[in-house]
T-cell receptor, first 117, second 115 residues
Framework: AQKVTQAQTEISVVEKEDVTLDCVYE???????LFWYKQPPSGELVFLIR??????QNEISGRYSWNFQKSTSSFNFTITASQVVDSAVYFC??????????????FGGGTRVLVKP | SAVISQKPSRDICQRGTSLTIQCQVD?????MFWYRQQPGQSLTLIAT?????????ESGFVIDKFPISRPNLTFSTLTVSNMSPEDSSIYLC????????????FGPGTRLLVL
């Protein structure tokens, strides 16, 4: 069975500080997909990134960057120079590939990020 | 990405009643899912809504409590039946264009409070 663990339940930072969110996953499949979603106070879930298991390149998008380490089963997320608008709950998720898996997403417990001005 | 809407956005209901939540997508999608997010918790998959056939439920969720319809490739409903305060949650639908590869995009959610 697949499992996603986000050990940090809440992180509080002051604006302009960097913040790194940890995500560790478990799966028996060799082909799988990893995701990060953002849930602001309004409640909607905003897609941030998808990474497949064969692509270990790290990615940067503006102030966001992701570090995928297959050897340690981790997919960590860093927000550089945080802003108040980054305050939200961030979820890491995993889905196994293939028709049998049915696109089911398994979510981590989420990390609440509070950015103070 | 698809544009997804849900109705109602929020509701307050009395225990013992039922509420039907609608999910509408602006384009045809293969996969539609319903998730529950209890207060302060993560998301849990309730079921996969299959077009033209019965939904596929996850362990711990049953059709009598959460009947689901999916009459076409752009619309689905989730009913929360015989509600109790424990059903107070955010209910979210999500869509994906094809199985196994595509990203899931989520609707804005329905906030349900059961008194």
């Amino acid at each position: 069975a697949q499992k996603v663990t986000q050990a940090q339940t809440e992180i509080s930072v002051v604006e302009k500080e960097d913040v790194t969110l940890d995500c560790v996953y478990e799966t028996r499949d060799t082909t799988y997909y990893l995701f990060w979603y953002k849930q602001p106070p309004s409640g909607e879930l905003v897609f941030l990134i998808r990474r497949n298991s064969f692509d270990e390149q790290n990615e940067i998008s503006g102030r966001y960057s992701w570090n995928f380490q297959k050897s340690t089963s981790s997919f960590n997320f860093t927000i550089t120079a945080s802003q108040v608008v980054d305050s939200a709950v961030y979820f890491c998720a995993l889905s196994e590939a293939g028709e049998a898996a049915g696109n089911k997403l398994t979510f981590g417990g989420g990390t609440r990020v509070l950015v103070k001005p | 990405s698809a544009v997804i809407s849900q109705k109602p956005s929020r509701d307050i209901c009395q225990r013992g009643t039922s509420l039907t939540i609608q999910c509408q997508v602006d384009s045809q999608v293969t996969m539609m899912f319903w998730y529950r997010q209890q207060p302060g918790q993560s998301l849990t998959l309730i079921a996969t809504a299959n077009q033209g056939s019965e939904a596929t439920y996850e362990s711990g969720f049953v059709i009598d409590k959460f009947p689901i319809s999916r009459p076409n490739l752009t619309f689905s409903t989730l009913t929360v039946s015989n509600m109790s305060p424990e059903d107070s949650s955010i209910y979210l639908c999500s869509v994906g264009r094809r199985s196994g590869q595509e990203t899931q995009y989520f609707g804005p959610g329905t906030r349900l409070l059961v008194l």
